[in-house]
């Protein structure tokens, strides 16, 4: 079935980065965008940018320019976004999301890996 | 940057119609899509392009869109719909926020 599996939590001190997988199987990796949606306890969701996989091209949420960075590796189907200069704020769930086919929207979701950002 | 706002809850009892609204000046030239997200889990797509409803998701569940305002609607709301709904959009510079979600209570 398809679907989109995350790595694990992780705990970060202020500064520093962090680097989040996501590993899709059940269709081909290339033919659908990426994006990234972060939720910090009680908070909304966040939309933080999209990853064209077959071409690599990206769009980045304003608020995340020059922080963020997504990237993927089509031999292994995996999409990878990594925030820099951390701090308490970052704390959230990170999910990645695939884009359904010719349109905005995201149908498949991963389960979520919580960043925590703390000293 | 552009903003989509919501009602920050609604309540129904259950068998009512629940609607939840979503308004943003780009709507009426881009498509509305709606997430419900139940606690602890990751959101569903229950409502893309306005109208349009994934395979799996109940009837009971429409959408609509008009003018600056889009509208999930619960027909018959039951009580295992009550969750946090969340609209997305996007505009024509490429920002694609989502709503500030509305919590529905089905009680």
């Known amino acids: 079935q398809v679907q989109l599996v995350q790595s694990g939590a992780e705990v970060k001190k202020p500064g520093a980065s962090v680097k989040v997988s996501c590993k899709a199987s059940?269709?081909?990796?290339?033919?659908?965008?990426i994006n990234w949606v972060r939720q910090a306890t009680g908070q909304g969701l966040e939309w933080m940018g999209w990853m064209n996989p077959n071409s690599g091209n990206t769009g980045y949420a304003q608020k995340f320019q020059g922080r963020v960075t997504m990237t993927r590796n089509t031999s292994i189907s995996t999409a990878y976004m990594e925030l820099s200069s951390l701090r308490s704020e970052d704390t959230a769930v990170y999910y990645c999301?695939?884009?359904?086919?010719?349109?905005?929207?995201?149908?498949?979701w991963g389960q979520g890996t919580t960043v925590t950002v703390s000293s | 940057s552009y903003e989509l706002t919501q009602p920050p809850s609604v309540s129904v009892s259950p068998g009512q119609t629940a609607r939840i609204t979503c308004s943003g000046d780009a709507l009426p030239k881009k498509y509305a899509y709606w997430y419900q997200q139940k606690s602890g889990q990751a959101p569903v797509l229950v409502i893309y392009e306005d109208s349009k409803r994934p395979s799996g998701i109940p009837e009971r569940f429409s959408g609509s869109s008009s003018g600056t305002m889009a509208t999930l609607t619960i027909s018959g709301a039951q009580v295992e719909d009550e969750a946090d709904y969340y609209c997305y959009s996007t505009d024509s510079s490429g920002n694609r926020p989502f709503g500030g979600g509305t919590k529905l209570t089905v009680l």
């Open positions: 059940g269709y081909t990796f290339t033919s659908y965008d």
């Open positions: 999301a695939r884009a359904c086919y010719g349109c905005y929207g995201m149908d498949v």
